[in-house]
């Protein structure tokens, strides 16, 4: 048993400046737990002459070296962020020698199999619990608590940015613009947020979770992606007076077809419980087939809500050195499976769209859904805009190609002025 | 590494045929998983002739003997339930050189301490998974993925069978007798339904949570139990009047004064996630200083969601076996710390009383809260009865001792008709 475990951190931003702090207000309790302190011994950063909030100044280097290298260093912490030099700084600390932890939803989603083979060649531990849903518990769940189910399903609110801003959005009636301009003014939101208005961030989350739940590789690449830049206030209220609030969820579902991966704006009923999760917070529902419908909630970005991952990972290494093992959990991706085209997926979709205010124009629509075997849930007309009236649909469950070509033909007819929008609706409720 | 882990099963109720379904269903992908197969070598039985709905015919015996004397067996899993033997056939399993699983929260309620010190003695597993919150993910995730925080508070629903009751009572205003009378003839109360309307089987429940989250052994015997019997449909109208709704909640807390550990119905502020636990499902709500607030949720009991977790710690302990390593995560409680008097503890509590309709009645009476340092949130004077007016009042924080002592002046007032409920008011909410 060793009497310290030393930690190289890689990154001294918010989520690395958040592991230093936990480290040291919860100094005792972790020791206890692990039957050794655990240390930091060095920290390398890009700039060493920025001002931090904690006092690390003798650990700093700028040298990769003097972490990787270390022989005194066990475990390399990476909290950089970034794809690249990330992922390479990685590898060369398995290949090192070095256990790894990191909370990089960007080199997971992408690079996962290619880690996961260095440690198991290396016989190390590679824990990333911090890559999704920040604070909240879920890895671990998906490898451990639910390692006895059959997962069918996984579907969360993966983005803490994107949420805040369609609860604001639904709560205040705000449209897109005001929000995110506020949203950046309050730093919830990036100066360049495309990657959490794009969905690009909540892709890289689900592509991992799908990875995890299905037991198969599920690449960034893999998953079908819609940002919610085009959500306007209007779908927001229709949505509220049918039942639904509007969310931007990752989705990772399995049946026959393969797996359906994606992100994308959806009406998700009020019932369900990812609709009452609100502003930042993120939430995972998983659909097992023993455990039932089971969710993970909390906080999922933040300088401690992140680190607490972290930390609980570097504890997670640490017992695992005590103990003298490695590579007990690693990539449980045993298969390899399709991934089903997003023309094939099925959802319920909302339609809405601007019609001439005549007779027959209704049946026109009907016919051009009909002859697309898409069949209707729900037609109301709405409010009238000029000689116009605004027609909301909800159609039943239907396949994308053939809602796609469906909604190809109706905005080629003539008495269509235009298809304002089209969201999916996750109906399915629990209980 | 080991081709096949044999496991001896002791009981074949609803959760042992639950563990059945799962090792056979999920055999292939558990085996994966495992790099072993999982394989049920004996089925420890009362009554071997009992007709069963899984074919095991083969497996049973009613010999202890037979699986804990089996050089065979790598892991022992109780899932008879109750206090003895179990207990004892644990014990025993340890002392034999058995890793044990078990669902037994009555057991590890009172006994986790003695069971973990054979576990550490013989260097084995101990795990317990499903003791609390049935399929939920909650004793690895506290144990290991908020292991770098300082839990101040777990607060969960973690009896299904009065959730269910309280929430029918509160979407259809039934009474109590009306609902447990549905309940028991649904299966989802027991014909003595004692311990789930009690609060007995909550308090088994977050005797265990609190043991982990604070570090320090709870008992079942340290909580304060309160049962629901006493909820009349019209507290439950005010409350939701009030924007509440009442829940059977475990609470443990820590501050300086100590632990503070009970159950008892709550007043639940409607936008708290846990007042949105519908029906049978369980939630279980963690503080912590690094990951803020998160929320664990799903089906608390059943034959596969809790089998579901006994399924996970067998894998979990089928894994340590296949690397050698055992006891890697066993008691985690290092410390020993006081537990709060309940008299101590403080709380919001909402009062509903009788009292006679002429003035003076409520400078009286809110004369004697104050003689007591009671400081009064609201007071409403809701319906007349005959010659009475049914007054609602919701106090500050204050420590129980004074709120009782108060209400014990206040029954013995002549212009007091009736004190018909005091519940406490658990108001912070979350963000």
Known sequence: MKKAIQVGLLGLGTVGTGVVKILANNANSIAQKVGADIQIKKIMVRNPDKPRSVAVDDLITTRLEDIIDNPDIDIVVEVMGGEMPAKDYMLRALQAGKHVVTANKDVMARYGRELFAAAEENKLDLMFEASVGGGIPIIRPLKQCLAGNKISEVMGIVNGTTNYMLTKMTNEGLDFEEVLAEAQAKGYAESDPTADVGGLDAARKIAILASIAFGARVSVDDVSVEGIASLSKADIGYASELGYVIKLLGIAKEDEKGIDVRVHPAFVAKNHPLAAVQDVFNAIFVKGDAVGEAM?????????????????????????????????????????????????????YYVRLLVEDKPGVFAAIAGAFAAELVSLNSVIQKRKVNCCAEVVLITNRVPDANLRSAIGIIKSMSVVNQIRSVIRVETETIG
């Open 296 to 348: 993970f909630y909390g906080r999922g970005a933040g300088e401690m809500p992140t680190a607490s991952a972290v930390v609980a990972d570097i504890i997670d290494v640490a017992r695992d050195i005590q103990h003298g093992v490695s590579s007990r959990i690693l990539c449980t991706c045993f298969d390899q499976k399709p991934i089903c085209p997003v023309e094939k997926t099925e959802s319920q």
